[in-house]
């Protein structure tokens, strides 16, 4: 659930992760994602991983804490179509292509409950 952090946070004290919440397309949309990744990752290198779209980044948090945060924001979370508002490529981790999301209100909603 969560990688544990470079620091060392001390004997009496619970460690710290570092965690992020992704959403997962449907497994027919999947498919039809790794296959453009696979494609993209042969011609310009990168990591394989699977098709997501990052709804919370990377936050570091005690391990109850990150639960009881994931499990609020899911409270009466219901299913939502996101947009994609344009696309970008960066180099965050990796030289990447970013499909960005429209920001609508249930987009930023949840990502703003499981940020505090």
Same mark, same amino acid.
């Given at each position: 659930?969560? %990688? &544990?952090?470079?620091?060392?946070?001390?004997?009496? *004290? &619970?460690?710290?992760?570092?965690?992020?919440?992704?959403?997962? @397309? @449907?497994?027919?949309? =999947? %498919?039809?994602?790794?296959? +453009?990744?696979?494609?993209?990752? %042969?011609?310009?290198?990168?990591?394989?991983?699977?098709?997501? +779209?990052? #709804? #919370?980044?990377?936050?570091?948090?005690?391990?109850?804490?990150?639960?009881?945060?994931?499990?609020? =924001?899911?409270?009466?979370?219901?299913?939502?179509?996101?947009?994609?508002?344009?696309?970008? *490529?960066?180099?965050?981790?990796?030289?990447?292509?970013?499909?960005?999301?429209? &920001? *609508?209100?249930? #987009? +930023?909603?949840?990502?703003? %409950?499981?940020?505090?």
């Amino acid at each position: 659930m969560g %990688l &544990p952090r470079a620091r060392e946070s001390g004997r009496d *004290t &619970p460690p710290e992760f570092v965690y992020s919440v992704w959403a997962l @397309p @449907p497994d027919n949309l =999947a %498919l039809r994602l790794r296959t +453009v990744m696979d494609g993209l990752r %042969l011609e310009f290198g990168g990591p394989k991983f699977e098709p997501h +779209v990052t #709804v #919370v980044g990377v936050i570091a948090l005690m391990e109850d804490d990150a639960v009881g945060k994931f499990r609020a =924001a899911c409270e009466g979370l219901r299913a939502y179509t996101a947009t994609v508002d344009r696309v970008a *490529t960066g180099t965050f981790f990796y030289p990447c292509v970013y499909l960005l999301l429209r &920001p *609508t209100a249930e #987009v +930023v909603t949840r990502s703003v %409950l499981t940020n505090h």
